[in-house]
């Protein structure tokens, strides 16, 4: 079975910014549990956000999803958050990852993002590793608030990302920083992951 | 080329190896080895003739198509796929080759 | 004069063609398959490198290492 490059397919997501991108609601192998929480490929479980956000099957086969919410209004906005198994880089170093990933993250919208901050945070028990940057498409009259964190399973990176787009002049919205806390606090694995078992 | 890079602590461990092949020149492969990061050799072969050989060069077509094969230390072919790289079905079969050498 | 026709021309040619039709032999430049390169050994090759070295198979791999080569369209294209 061919696979599609989580990197190409989460850029069709990230791409469109403020532009009129629906959702796709692909069929994807997932069930919900007794208590709401979603099991995804019995690989991952998770507390899924609360709607509008609505979740995206990348394609199947593949090991990463997202969640997108569409903000109503002129122009239609979007944020996305989702769960990569195989982030953008190649490095096992967390600060040199992250360089790695914001040079190929959002590559093809354009963007222009300002020095991410970062700090060490937590994740899974293990240490890992949170950034924050702004980027901007004055072309387009965007900006896009993202936040990564970069997490360990076994002796490999995975990430966690979410993207919020605003016109230039635009407001972010806070309080969806909290609803991608509590996702990520509520994510577990299920079973090692392929690498594991090698 | 970025999942063979991710990937190349694995290789090392079931003693394997890894390049890219392509027709562009020695020039062009430097930048974009740079470019990528990659720290494996890719390739330059201009005449085409090895992707002739590993069928990879589609009558009429002067780029090579995309396929990855795995040839064991023996010379043999083992392993042949088309499209982009499948790194799980990849480390799948190195794993199988270095337990065949090695034992489990 | 028939039967002359179809000694000197048509049979020889019907053997010809049945000889094409049944032959393992591939039509020029058929490449082979992914599958059918399984088994088959590796041509001897030497190409240089972006690593300013010339890759030699035999000198370097072979007897050596497993190798993976991945084979794609163009430098700055998604591989």
Known sequence: ?????????????????????????????????????????????????????????????????????????????????????????????????????????????????DPPRTRPVTVFGREALEATSLGRDPARGEKVWTKVILARRGERLVAFFMTQWQPTNGTFDRDEEKIFQRFIDSFRFLKPSFYQTL | MEGHQRNLYLYDRFNARVAGVSRDDVTTLQYFAAKLGVTFPLLSNV?????????????????????????????????????????????????????????? | MATDLWHRRLVPG??????????????????????????????????????????????DYYGKHHLILTFFPAAFTPV
């Open chain 2, 47 to 104: 005449s085409g003739y090895l992707g002739l050989d590993f069928g990879a060069l589609a009558p009429g077509r002067p780029f090579f198509s995309r396929r990855t094969v795995i040839i064991d230390r023996k010379g043999v072919i083992r392993y042949a796929r088309d499209g982009s790289p499948d790194f799980h079905e990849i480390l799948t079969v190195l794993k199988k080759l270095h337990e065949e050498e090695d034992g489990p």
């Open chain 1, 1 to 113: 079975m061919r696979r599609f490059p989580i990197a190409l397919l989460l850029f069709v997501i990230m791409l469109p910014g403020c532009a009129t991108m629906t959702a796709k609601q692909a069929h994807s192998p997932y069930r919900i549990a007794a208590d709401g929480d979603i099991v995804w490929r019995g690989e991952y479980r998770f507390s899924p956000p609360p709607k509008p956000w609505l979740l995206v099957s990348l394609d199947e086969g593949d090991t990463a999803f997202a969640y997108l919410k569409v903000v109503s209004g002129e122009p239609l906005c979007q944020s996305t958050f989702a769960y990569s198994e195989e982030p953008f880089g190649v490095s096992r170093n967390l600060r040199q990852r992250m360089k790695e990933f914001y040079r190929r993250f959002l590559w093809a919208g354009r963007v222009t993002f």
């Open chain 3, 14 to 59: 019907l053997v010809v063609l049945c000889a094409l039709l049944f032959s393992p032999v591939k039509a020029p430049g058929a490449q082979p398959s992914a599958e059918e390169l399984i088994g088959t050994s590796v041509p001897i090759f030497a190409l240089a490198s972006s690593q300013n070295t010339l890759v030699d198979y035999q000198q």
